[in-house]
């Protein structure tokens, strides 16, 4: 009997790093880990359209459109990294509630198509722009442009944390995908990655991996 409860409460409710979905219901079964800094209300799920838009981490608003638009929905103590393919006529947008608490950034190809729409303000240091020289997508200096934007999403949440409004205790950073699905398999060479979590603790000043794939964003 327990075990049949246990696979009808798996089937109702989706777990990830940060809650629990209940499709059912369409929201969240936990809170908001960041409260009401991601709205008032505190079970929501991307604002009721689910089919649209992707949250799995119970974290950022991600949605893709048909043309490979990526909108990037920001809240408060989130820093967003989105890796991937960019392009020149229909760059990726990020969006972030009022304040200096919440930042993003795009590498990519044409990044500054991306990065230079984003407010100086909500901008992760270091991330590159269309003036700077492309790293080879699939050599060696792409990391090390990986590893620079995470020092950069680094500083920016040190940065958060000296807020005079001391509006967070902890900043998450995420690195996720441009590519919305296996289909797009045979136009890229690597398929998409899973999401890769960060989390930097305010008090202790120090930046730790919550999840995500061994070999990506593993410095």
């Known amino acids: 009997m327990k075990s049949l409860l246990l696979s009808v409460l798996l089937c109702l409710l989706s777990a990830n790093c940060f809650g629990y979905y209940m499709a059912q219901q369409g929201r969240w079964l936990s809170r908001d880990p960041i409260g009401e800094k991601g709205g008032k209300n505190l079970y929501a799920m991307v604002d009721n359209d689910a089919v649209n838009r992707l949250d799995y981490l119970g974290l950022f608003d991600k949605s893709i459109a048909d043309n490979g638009i990526v909108t990037i929905k920001v809240k408060n103590c989130e820093i967003v990294i989105l890796d991937g393919h960019g ?7 990020f969006t972030f509630p009022e304040g200096t608490c ?76 441009t590519v919305p699905n296996p289909a797009w398999y045979d136009i890229i060479s690597t398929p998409p990655k899973e999401d890769v979590v960060f989390k930097y603790d305010c008090e202790k000043g120090k930046l730790n991996r919550v999840s995500g794939p061994s070999d990506y964003y593993n410095f």
Do not use: Q
């Open 87 to 93: 392009s020149k006529k229909t760059p990726h947008v």
């Open 102 to 177: 919440a930042a993003g950034g795009f590498l990519g190809c044409y990044p500054g198509t991306t990065n230079d729409t984003i407010p100086e303000d909500n901008r992760v240091p270091g991330a590159p722009t269309d003036k700077e020289p492309r790293a080879d997508i699939k050599g060696s200096k792409l990391w090390s442009e990986r590893k620079k934007i995470i020092e950069g999403a680094e500083e920016k949440a040190k940065m958060i944390c000296r807020d005079p409004k001391k509006c967070c205790e902890n900043i998450i950073i995420t690195v996720t995908d």
